[in-house]
């Protein structure tokens, strides 16, 4: 919880004033929570790509107006569709004694042997729901699927995270398969 980030308030603003807000590097953005409401700020661009550099889902020690400092998720970023540039950030407070139900994205590592005899890989999910206490979440969870053959397959429920993180998503969702490449199939049937 070492990174910290300056919001500033942002008073009710006519859309033409936020987007010279957003040209001066400045991101209209919200905070709510338990102890804070909901407060209407602002936060520079580069403290936000900064802070999302390494861990989108790191916890911040966010400055708010009036509210002092207090721990705050990203909990979504919304990016101009052309541009990609970030044109809104929500942040949810957080109380650290708390449980907290969250996202964590898996990352598929290794070369599957079925990949190697001629399988192809078919990714169903790329995150699960959590729930667990704010000290404890994963901005990520590897999963090393060099063991999986054709036919194979991966669900929730062989995940093994660490004790204190409670899986919210269905167990028996599909994460990943290897299936059978389906040009060779039309090559064996002709």
């Keep these: ?17 936020i987007n010279a807000l957003r040209k001066q590097g400045q991101v209209p953005a919200i905070v709510y ?10 936060v520079g661009e580069k403290d936000i790509l900064s802070a999302i550099k390494h861990n ?21 970023i919304q990016r101009d569709p052309i541009s990609n540039k970030i044109v809104h950030v929500d942040f949810h407070q957080l109380n650290m004694n708390e449980s907290m139900d969250s996202k964590v994205t898996i990352h598929f590592t290794g070369d599957p042997a079925g990949v190697k005899e001629g399988g192809i890989i078919q990714i169903e999910m790329y995150e699960v729901e959590v729930r667990c206490m704010p000290d404890n979440l994963l ?21 093994a995270f660490h004790e ?17 490449a389906h040009a060779e199939e039309v090559a064996a049937s002709a």
Excluded: C, Y
Aim: charged share 15%.
């Design 1 to 17: 919880m070492s990174n910290s980030i300056q919001l500033s308030e942002r008073v009710n603003q006519t859309k033409s004033q």
């Design 33 to 42: 929570g338990k102890d804070v409401g909901s407060i209407s700020v602002i």
């Design 56 to 76: 989108q889902r790191a916890i911040l020690i966010a400055a708010i107006p009036a509210q002092g400092n207090k721990p705050v998720l990203i909990q979504n």
């Design 139 to 159: 901005s990520a969870f590897e999963v090393d699927i060099s063991g999986l053959g054709i036919g194979d397959q991966l669900h929730v429920s062989d995940l």
């Design 164 to 180: 204190g993180i409670e899986v919210l998503s269905d167990p028996s969702s599909m994460l990943i398969k290897i299936s059978q």
